[in-house]
């Protein structure tokens, strides 16, 4: 059977509240979940938590968990009818002390709206659906002409086009939520509109400070956030493109170019990468995705990307098995057309530490060598991250005995989680059982070349410096 490489991260809703849909969904594929805490309370998110780690259990697996944090997302106000039809050329006002909207205007949660615009700017609302051109602001009104018009509804989103909005990166109600996130002790925690490193900086503090031990995601929706792309890159663990916001601030147009930049910067920088938004968006009311959105999907995967993510899909859609059984497939079959190769910036690369280097030499030696398996002995993960970031369609099994690196390397692209706790720290014995659980698991056979690393001291974290390459069944002759 040939193994997906590709991660899939499916978010979790009212569609697949039921545990018999959510195990499926599991069984189809699923690597990591996303909370979005941009809806429901933190005991709904406590529960669902719950309910798939002891479902994955159940199975054998690892499963990993994704907080995503709801950010500064600025939008309008309510309507006293609930919504209105703007046509072009009519006149409308963002109010920010307006209670109830009507016809002329709108109230805002985002107060501090009137110091970020002026007269010439272009708002978007509604994810780019309705389009309006600042005429001038008077106090706590902006005056707006209509560009683009159609049906707006209560608390739609308001983005600047080009960007320039103000708003902090991290809300109060974030801040709480990272520190429920690190009570549940999630793999993940997504940071929503960075505009820098330092936002990425401060989530990190306030986890770590909650005891929190996640990997800090920067979501890339932000036209600002692209050119501090660099530095938000190093200051986080993974990206999210996360192509809606995105696309609304930098243009449509813009984003199929960023996606593969955004990618390639990513994985040269050792970081985990997910692309996202709107990928299989029609199966939220059909049982089967267009063609667009397979070659949305199969393009992502061509490009390195580590996962894509499924949004309304499976939260809220009609058919959230289904989507992730078409993901899986896509994944699947796309990756058959994936070349094999060592990029060239890898082999100029210096190495700061030995553990990396180890990582490196291990893909080159697999990518050469007719190796079968790689088997990582990890504490961190952080070698079989490095790995991966290699195309050599070996499979990485990362083989450790701590819960949250298994969880953690779900979302590396081409490794594998396997619950080990070795009986010996003695090496040859330890490599010959790490042989034997990759024979068990049907990874290899007798003959097969398998490449294993571990460090030494053995059990020290951060230590891996040895790499041997063995036949299987070769040690059960000594």
Excluded at 56 to 65: F, L
Excluded at 95 to 112: H, S, W
Excluded at 295 to 316: I, K
Aim: with cysteine; aromatic share 4%.
């Amino acid at each position: 059977m040939m193994l997906r490489r590709t991660k899939i991260v499916a978010t979790l809703g009212p569609a697949c509240s039921d545990p018999k849909v959510l195990d499926r969904m599991i069984e189809s594929g699923v690597d990591v979940v996303r909370l979005n805490f941009s809806h429901g309370t933190a005991e709904e998110h406590q529960q669902r938590c719950e309910l798939v780690r002891s479902l994955a259990k159940t199975r054998g697996r690892a499963v990993g968990v994704l907080v995503d944090l709801q950010g500064p997302k600025i939008r309008i106000g309510k309507f006293r009818d609930g919504k209105i039809t703007l046509a072009a050329g009519d006149k409308f006002i963002l109010d920010a002390e307006c209670m109830l909207g009507d016809q002329t205007r709108v109230g805002l949660d985002y107060k501090e709206l009137v110091r970020d615009v002026a007269r010439g700017t272009t708002l978007l609302l509604d994810d780019g659906r309705i389009e309006m051109w600042v005429e001038e602001v008077h106090g706590h009104e902006v005056h707006c002409k209509v560009v683009q018009g159609g049906i707006l509804s209560n608390n739609k989103g308001i983005n600047r086009k080009g960007g320039g909005l103000s708003a902090s990166a991290l809300t109060e109600k974030d801040v709480e939520d990272i520190k429920t996130a690190a009570r549940l002790k999630a793999d993940y925690l997504a940071v929503s509109f960075p505009r820098s490193a330092a936002d990425i900086q401060q989530a990190r503090e306030i986890l770590r400070a909650a005891g929190g031990r996640a990997w800090i995601v920067a979501k890339i929706e932000r036209a600002e956030a692209i050119d501090a792309l660099e530095d938000i890159l190093n200051a986080s663990d993974a990206i999210m493109v996360a192509r809606g916001d995105l696309g609304v601030e930098v243009g449509d147009a813009a984003v199929p170019a960023l996606q593969k930049r955004m990618t390639r910067m990513a994985r040269e920088r050792n970081k985990v990468v997910i692309t996202a938004t709107q990928m299989m968006e029609s199966m939220i009311s059909s049982p089967i995705p267009t063609r667009a959105e397979v070659s949305d999907v199969a393009n992502a995967v061509l490009d390195g990307t580590d996962a894509v993510m499924l949004s309304a899909e499976t939260a809220a859609g009609q058919y959230p098995i289904e989507a992730v059984a078409a993901m899986n497939r896509v994944c699947l079959e796309a990756e058959k057309e994936l070349e094999a190769n060592i990029r060239t910036h890898m082999l100029d690369h210096g190495f700061l530490r030995v553990d990396e280097a180890i990582a490196m030499s291990a893909s080159f030696t697999a990518l050469h060598l007719n190796i079968k398996a790689i088997a990582a002995m990890t504490q961190s993960g952080s070698t079989a991250l490095w790995m991966s970031r290699i195309s050599t369609h070996v499979p990485i099994y990362a083989l450790t005995p701590e819960v949250e690196t298994r969880r953690k390397v779900t979302l590396f692209r081409g490794v594998y989680p396997v619950n080990f706790k070795p009986s010996t720290i003695e090496r040859d014995q330890l490599l010959a059982e790490a042989e034997d659980e990759l024979r068990r698991r049907g990874a290899v056979r007798n003959g097969d070349l398998i490449l294993l690393t571990i460090g030494e001291p053995i059990g020290k974290p951060g230590g891996t410096n040895t790499m041997k390459i063995v036949r299987v069944g070769e040690h059960k002759k000594a």
